[in-house]
């Protein structure tokens, strides 16, 4: 009984950890990664055979947990994929979304390369191939107990970071040994978010993993953070500028959409126009409609009352890309919500284009920007940024409001841990960033835990004295004197190979080089 790590390791995107038992393999996510460079090329690929997976356990529907399924399907798997009602019904909309994204950005790029003579890209899976992936999904309520196979009992307990989002306990047993309990904590909510309930406190596991985004920060109070959005509109407004939301386009635009019902209902803003330019967060908004059941009571008297917590006057849906180029002939007192979040990709990047440059505008982020985004860059004060092959000052108002983030904070993560009525066995570090990971590990083992922060690659021996990752295994069979030598030989190949990966990516005019010439190069740069 073992969980490998193949994803989300030292890094917050592209979750993906694999549970062997009695015979059987055991995804618990499949997300993409995002950002740039190392990153995507890893989406392309597998460390495992998909055709050899039987289960996938989806803990929620956002792409960086569930992106990579239907690439999962177009390399042969054909088992069942497991999550909760919401998660499914979000699914459906978000995966087809992705494949349209690849199709596009392929597209773009291969119009590009058949002028240059090369080769053209094949995307990473098509509208078509998510669609299909689809008919793999099987749908559960919050708190039943599942029984998976023989040997895995599995229950899905609400996380609170996004509709449908799910902690998911797993009981185990394997040939006659005693059952053991793992926890995987998906995505942990932010506590008193908009819409949704606060995190299911768990009594009891033997082993736990979890995120750990924001393992080193603590977010200010959520009423706050709204405080300082409304004052931020008014400002921005009174300065004849814009007010641009990127947004993730499922959750944080319907939080938002949520609490700006409530500024109009108090008359705090008044006559406003609000733009929700994301097609995706427009399907989005009507999947939050359709499940009420999974709202928190606040949101379920709204609703009681016949009141629409989604929709108020002045809010306009932007379905078409004609409607989407009208809203930047738009110079003040309107605000903008769309998407990627992250800035990377979608309508976002043109409204960035049309009012980043205008210091009577402002950006205001309410996610999480991963290393090596548009948005990242932005909000780490860069004085240019560029987009659509143009560089764009900076100059308009920067906010990161962090209070509004759909995951919990260094305290948040900690008191959900301390609710476990007993330590767990181990608890196992993933999602986070270097400096986020290490900060929490230190916490923990301040109070007592038995932590580890995983590698990629890594495996995990569930209930065995001997917990074995690479440089374990390297000394049980060469000794400790040659394991120490040959962790540090994998250590150097691994920065010869981020040298030679940082080096190739320097090369300028790289697509239209011929091949005798690049490999000149390469071999230039590989025996320098």
């Known amino acids: ?242 007010v641009i939301i990127p947004s993730f386009a499922v959750g944080r635009t319907q939080e938002i959409l949520y609490e700006l019902n409530k500024y109009v209902e108090n008359e705090d803003l008044k006559d406003i126009k609000v733009y929700i330019d994301s097609p995706l967060a427009i399907q989005a908004t009507k999947v939050f409609e359709s499940h009420n059941e999974d709202y928190d009571n606040e949101a379920k008297e709204l609703v009681m009352k016949g009141e629409y917590p989604f929709r108020f006057d002045g809010l306009r849906f932007s379905v078409s890309a004609s409607d989407s180029m009208e809203i930047n002939k738009i110079q003040s007192n309107v605000i903008v919500i769309s998407a990627s979040g992250m800035c990377d990709a979608g309508r976002i990047k043109h409204h960035l284009k049309y009012n980043l440059w205008r210091d009577e505008s402002s950006i205001v982020f309410v996610g999480y920007q991963a290393e090596g985004t548009l948005g990242r860059n932005i909000v780490g004060g860069a004085k240019t940024v560029k987009i659509f092959g143009e560089q764009i000052a900076v100059k308009a108002h920067i906010y990161n409001l962090e209070g509004l983030s759909g995951h919990a904070d260094r305290n948040g993560l900690f008191n959900w841990i301390e609710g476990f009525m007993d330590k767990p066995k181990e608890i196992l570090l993933v999602h986070g960033d270097k400096e986020a990971q290490e900060s929490f590990k230190q916490l923990l083992d301040s109070k007592g835990y038995s932590t580890r922060i995983v590698e990629s690659g890594e495996e995990f021996y569930i209930n065995e004295t001997n917990k074995i990752n690479k440089t374990d295994k390297i000394e049980k069979a060469y000794g400790v004197d040659k394991a120490y030598k040959a962790y540090e030989a994998e250590k150097a190949d691994e920065d010869l190979r981020k040298k030679l990966i940082k080096d190739i990516k320097s090369i300028n005019n790289i697509e239209g080089l011929e091949k005798g010439d690049l490999l000149d190069i390469i071999k230039d740069i590989i025996y320098d």
Not at 48 to 75: Q, T
Not at 111 to 138: D, H, I, N, V
Not at 162 to 189: C, R
């Open 1 to 242: 009984m073992k969980i490998q790590f193949y994803g989300a390791a030292k890094t917050v995107t592209g979750s993906c950890h694999i549970l062997h038992i009695n015979g059987k393999t055991v995804l618990l996510d499949c997300g993409l990664y995002q950002g740039k460079g190392e990153k995507v090329f890893a989406n392309e690929t597998f460390d495992f055979n998909p055709k050899e997976v039987d289960y996938v356990i989806l803990s929620h529907a956002h792409i960086d947990h569930s992106g990579r399924i239907p690439l999962l399907y177009k390399m042969g798997f054909k088992g069942e994929i497991l999550s909760t009602q919401a998660t499914m019904d979000l699914c459906s909309i978000m995966l087809p979304d992705s494949g349209h994204i690849h199709e596009s950005e392929v597209d773009w790029k291969n119009k590009k390369r058949k002028r240059q003579g090369l080769k053209t890209l094949e995307p990473l899976y098509t509208f078509k191939l998510a669609e299909l992936s689809l008919s793999l999904f099987r749908a559960f309520p919050y708190d039943e107990m599942i029984d998976v196979f023989d040997g895995l009992k599995i229950r899905f307990r609400d996380a609170g970071h996004l509709l449908g989002s799910a902690i998911v306990e797993l009981y185990m047993t394997e040939k006659d040994q005693e059952e053991v309990k793992l926890v995987y904590s998906g995505d942990l909510g932010n506590l008193n978010k908009s819409i949704i309930k606060d995190p299911t406190i768990i009594n009891h596991t033997d082993y736990l993993i979890i995120e750990t985004t924001y393992g080193n920060r603590v977010h200010p109070e959520i009423k706050e953070d709204l405080k300082a959005l409304l004052k931020i509109i008014k400002e921005t407004f009174a300065r004849g500028g814009n």
